[in-house]
Structure formats: structure tokens, C-alpha cells
């Protein structure tokens, strides 16, 4: 059965890959080497997150969207089973997935920026424990990728890796929530194209996305494939196809927890 717990690298980037203004989840330090040189042979990481937000329409076009619904198929490969896939995002952290299963129910992960909460089918609604939040709260930054200088506390070109063939630079991060990973750039069409979230506790259990088919809406162009996999393996477990992003909608869903929330940190 899936659910929203499969997804939580590929939550990372449900939301456009762009910079602009807006406010971060949470803010416990100022950043820090987010625009010096990492090295005399590589880019530094603004540099990188610039270039991407050039090429995928620029800065106007991101502050011009205040809210998006991305609406895809979602499928855990192995067990070749296939779920609807609905995100809502709205400026400045509000977020909500939702995993569709025809004829048993919704699986959900929400937050209004504040309260990070959720619901697995048909239980309760439930606090998220400590590392789901961190993960859920930084997905709910509306700017994604974007507002690098804000979601940050820490940015470094490490050096050079091979994204499905293709040379890319990898950039190290910290959020401001506390997710560690890494961010890989195309260098020759200078988008962003993988995120890797490291594990807390396992290694091998480092997570990473890998996007492609940007298309563009609205004047940004978003990633409509993204495909998961372990670092440890080669193939990918999870795969979602978009099929159509709408924006400045003005017509959200609650973000807001319910009025059964549980204050358990999980469902049981």
C-alpha cells in the first residue's frame, strides 16, 4: 500500500525550483557561505541557484505565482501499484499532499507552517514526529529551491557528479529546519535536476529525486518526472508523472490542522 511516508524525498520538490521573497518555516541561525567560491576550480552555490533560476524564467515570473496545484500519478514500481498524487502550496509555507487510493481513501501530510500534522487512510489525524516535520515544514517553503538566501543556513559546492549520464555540479545544504542533502545542477542547461536528503541515523538509506521534462506554466518551467531510488541502488522505487500544474488558483484546501488531531507523533 502506499502511502505519503514513501514520498518523502520526492515531497522536497513538489514546489517550483526558483528564488524570491517570501518567509522560511523556521529560523534558528543566520546562513552562512551561501555566495562565497567553494574552490577555485568550481562555482559557488548562488552562482549555481541563480543560473537555474534564469533558466526556468526568472525571478518576476516566481513572484508573480502565490499559490499552486500540482496534480500527478504516482507509482511504487515494484509493487506496480498507482496512486493520484495532489499537492497544494501556498506563499508564504502552507502546504498539503494528498495520495488517492480509488475505493479505500486519502492518505495526507499538511501544514500551515506551524502545526505539521497528518492522516493515513481512514485513522485520525496525528502530529508528525520530529524528523517528518522537519522534512514537511521545509517542503512548505512556497519557493522551493528558490529562495536559496532564506531556506538555507548552509550552501557548498562539493564538486562534480553524473545524473543520468550528464555532468552536474553537487551542492551540500543544510535547511533552516535541519535537512542535510545535497542539490545537483546540469552544467550544460544550467537546471537543477536531482536532491538528495542524507538519512538521519543510515546511510544506506539516503534518499534521491531526479527530475526531468520541465515544462512550463505560467512562465516557470517545472519538472513533470520526478523518479526516487536509494543511493544504495540503481534502479528507481518510486516514480511520479505529473500531468498538470495550476496556478493562482485562489482556491485552497485548509491547511489548518482538524479538530481530531492527535497529539501522538504518530497514528498507532
Known amino acids: 500500500m502506499l502511502t505519503i511516508a514513501h514520498t518523502a524525498a520526492v515531497l522536497a520538490l513538489l514546489v517550483p525550483l526558483g528564488r524570491g521573497a517570501g518567509t522560511a518555516p523556521e529560523s534558528p541561525e543566520t546562513p552562512t557561505n551561501l555566495a562565497q567560491p567553494d574552490s577555485a576550480d568550481l562555482p559557488a552555490a548562488a552562482e549555481l541557484f541563480d543560473a537555474h533560476i534564469q533558466a526556468t ?41 494528498e495520495l488517492e487510493a480509488p475505493a479505500m ?34 517542503n512548505a517553503f512556497f519557493l522551493g529551491e528558490a529562495g536559496y538566501d532564506e ?33 545537483y545542477f546540469d552544467v550544460e542547461s544550467k537546471l537543477l535536476v536531482a536532491r538528495e536528503l542524507a538519512s538521519e541515523a543510515d546511510p544506506s538509506q539516503d534518499a534521491i529525486v531526479i527530475v526531468s521534462d520541465y515544462q512550463e506554466f505560467d512562465g516557470l518551467k517545472i ?8 543511493t544504495s541502488q540503481t534502479e528507481p522505487s518510486v516514480e511520479i508523472e505529473f500531468r498538470w500544474v495550476k496556478t493562482n488558483t485562489g482556491d485552497m484546501p485548509s491547511f489548518d490542522p482538524p479538530a481530531d488531531l492527535s497529539d501522538a507523533g504518530t497514528d498507532g
Open 57 to 97: 524564467g526568472g525571478l518576476e515570473a516566481y513572484q508573480r505565482q502565490q499559490d499552486r496545484v500540482i496534480e500527478g500519478i504516482y507509482r511504487l514500481l515494484a509493487q506496480n501499484e498507482t496512486q493520484i498524487i495532489r499537492v497544494y502550496t501556498q506563499a508564504p509555507n502552507n502546504f498539503r499532499a
Open 105 to 138: 481513501g486519502t492518505t495526507i501530510r499538511c501544514t500551515n507552517g506551524e502545526v505539521a500534522w497528518g492522516r493515513n487512510l481512514s485513522s485520525k489525524a496525528f502530529l508528525l514526529d520530529a524528523r517528518e516535520r522537519a522534512v514537511l515544514l521545509d
Open 151 to 183: 531556506r538555507y543556513t548552509s550552501l557548498k559546492t562539493e564538486g562534480m557528479a553524473k545524473i543520468d549520464g550528464r555532468d552536474a555540479y553537487r551542492v551540500s545544504f543544510t535547511t533552516r529546519t535541519g535537512v542535510k542533502g545535497s542539490v
Open 223 to 230: 519538472p513533470m518526472m520526478q523518479r526516487q531510488r536509494l
